[in-house]
């Protein structure tokens, strides 16, 4: 018995720092994959930001379209009913 527990009490150092280097090891791998996920969250919150911008201007030149539509629709109508002004297309 007591060559068991002489045995144990030797092996327990080796455990010890084996368990001490995986410790590390994986404190390691977390500050990476928390690394990793900053920058992705970082690339997401620039394209969601470019993505935003893309729209506005989107957005702002189909009004401006359909601004100018409706004012050739209101020229073309008034044309039809005897505006001679209104068929120039100048």
Do not use: K
Not at 3 to 9: H, R
Not at 26 to 50: I, K, P
Request: charge should be neutral.
């Amino acid at each position: 018995m007591r060559i068991l527990f002489a045995l144990m009490l030797a092996l327990m150092p080796a455990v010890a720092l084996a368990q001490s280097d995986e410790d590390a090891a994986h404190r390691a791998d977390r500050r990476e994959t928390e690394d990793l996920n900053r920058s992705a969250a970082h690339a997401v919150d620039q394209r969601n930001a470019a993505n935003a911008a893309t729209l506005a201007r989107y957005r702002d030149q189909r009004e401006a379209y359909q601004r100018e539509r409706d004012a050739w629709r209101r020229r073309f109508a008034a044309c039809q009913a005897g505006d001679e002004r209104a068929c120039d297309p100048g």
